[in-house]
């Protein structure tokens, strides 16, 4: 059988993308072809993952098989792209699909000259398949090309697709600002044990409230600013924290985080 995909670089966000393509038998492992860098890491895909995909070191005889792929998924890290040396194929369709953090398409392109290429922004909750994905095409994909790509991460999520400007406000937004939340999860579970709660039931607290009040959010469709006038009353706990937290910054402090998130992935771009 030969190799519809290879993915260069097995780790955590590759394995969340490609498990679910399994599970739903959407591709057959034997069509897909892994690198990974280390032994440890080899030798745990080989004892550990549940799928029996051909998986190879980086440095292998067999990795230059990977180029025979008409579709790659690079999951590397962006700093270890300086590591990856593309080698040509006869057809010139062949698809890059990039996950890497900040690095732009005109980047790829001059990386990987002969192949097309699309970026990819993911976060964390694709995990647990409750990811968000933002495509960016390069030049020149058919509509079944688009098509492929997109159904490797609508299994573990939702996909949009942004022209190529709007990818780093998504990566702050979604895959800086999970570490926002749980900072956020950390900062109000701390405020329940300097009330005397135990750590453990304070945290719980904490993320049943969040998740009840997204709910609240998307289900009855009420807006930000009708919910924080429901459950503040005049003169009551609920102002007197609001107040606290205007006092400190804390909206502008978000938003600052979000622009500086921003900036960063445009540096790297
Ligand atoms: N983590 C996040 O929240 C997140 C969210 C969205 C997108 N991303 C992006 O996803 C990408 C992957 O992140 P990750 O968290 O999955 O990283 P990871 O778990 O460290 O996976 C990186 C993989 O690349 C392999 N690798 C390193 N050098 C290689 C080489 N020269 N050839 C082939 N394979 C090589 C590593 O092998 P070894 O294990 O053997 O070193 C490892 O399997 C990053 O570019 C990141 O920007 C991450």
């Given at each position: 059988?030969?190799?519809?995909?290879?993915?260069?670089?097995?780790?955590?966000?590759?394995?969340?993308?490609?498990?679910?393509?399994?599970?739903?038998?959407?591709?057959?492992?034997?069509?897909?072809?892994?690198?990974?860098?280390?032994?440890?890491?080899?030798?745990?895909?080989k004892k550990f993952y549940e799928y029996d995909v051909d998986i190879f070191h980086a440095?292998?005889?067999?990795?230059?098989?990977?180029?025979?792929?008409?579709?790659k998924l690079l999951s590397i890290k962006p700093q270890q792209l300086e590591t990856i040396?593309?080698?040509?194929?006869?057809?010139?369709?062949?698809?890059?699909?990039?996950?890497?953090?900040?690095?732009?398409?005109?980047?790829?392109?001059?990386?990987?000259?002969n192949h097309k290429c699309v970026r990819a922004v993911t976060n964390i909750p694709i995990?647990?398949?409750?990811?968000?994905?933002?495509?960016?095409?390069?030049?020149?994909?058919?509509?079944?090309?688009?098509?492929?790509?997109?159904?490797?991460?609508?299994?573990?999520?939702?996909?949009?697709?942004?022209?190529?400007?709007?990818?780093?406000?998504?990566?702050?937004?979604?895959?800086?600002?999970?570490?926002?939340?749980?900072?956020?999860?950390?900062?109000?579970?701390?405020?329940?044990?300097?009330?005397?709660?135990?750590?453990?039931?304070?945290?719980?607290?904490?993320?049943?409230?969040?998740?009840?009040?997204?709910?609240?959010?998307?289900?009855?469709?009420?807006?930000?600013?009708?919910?924080?006038?429901?459950?503040?009353?005049?003169?009551?706990?609920?102002?007197?924290?609001?107040?606290?937290?205007?006092?400190?910054?804390?909206?502008?402090?978000?938003?600052?985080?979000?622009?500086?998130?921003?900036?960063?992935?445009?540096?790297?771009?």
């Amino acid at each position: 059988m030969s190799y519809k995909l290879g993915v260069i670089g097995f780790g955590n966000i590759a394995k969340a993308i490609i498990t679910p393509l399994f599970e739903q038998k959407l591709i057959q492992p034997k069509e897909v072809i892994c690198l990974v860098n280390s032994e440890k890491s080899f030798q745990n895909i080989k004892k550990f993952y549940e799928y029996d995909v051909d998986i190879f070191h980086a440095s292998s005889d067999e990795s230059h098989l990977i180029w025979k792929c008409p579709t790659k998924l690079l999951s590397i890290k962006p700093q270890q792209l300086e590591t990856i040396e593309e080698i040509k194929n006869e057809r010139n369709s062949d698809i890059i699909v990039s996950i890497l953090a900040g690095i732009s398409l005109n980047k790829l392109e001059e990386k990987f000259p002969n192949h097309k290429c699309v970026r990819a922004v993911t976060n964390i909750p694709i995990t647990i398949r409750s990811g968000l994905t933002a495509i960016s095409w390069g030049d020149e994909f058919s509509e079944d090309e688009k098509n492929f790509v997109k159904r490797l991460f609508e299994n573990s999520g939702k996909v949009f697709e942004f022209s190529e400007q709007y990818l780093d406000i998504f990566l702050a937004l979604t895959s800086s600002s999970p570490a926002i939340i749980a900072l956020i999860v950390e900062a109000l579970s701390d405020g329940g044990l300097n009330g005397g709660l135990s750590k453990k039931i304070s945290e719980e607290l904490v993320l049943d409230m969040i998740l009840g009040t997204i709910l609240l959010l998307k289900d009855s469709k009420i807006t930000t600013a009708d919910l924080k006038n429901m459950v503040t009353s005049p003169g009551g706990t609920t102002i007197s924290a609001l107040r606290v937290l205007e006092e400190k910054g804390l909206r502008s402090a978000l938003i600052e985080a979000i622009i500086a998130a921003t900036n960063k992935s445009k540096e790297f771009g």
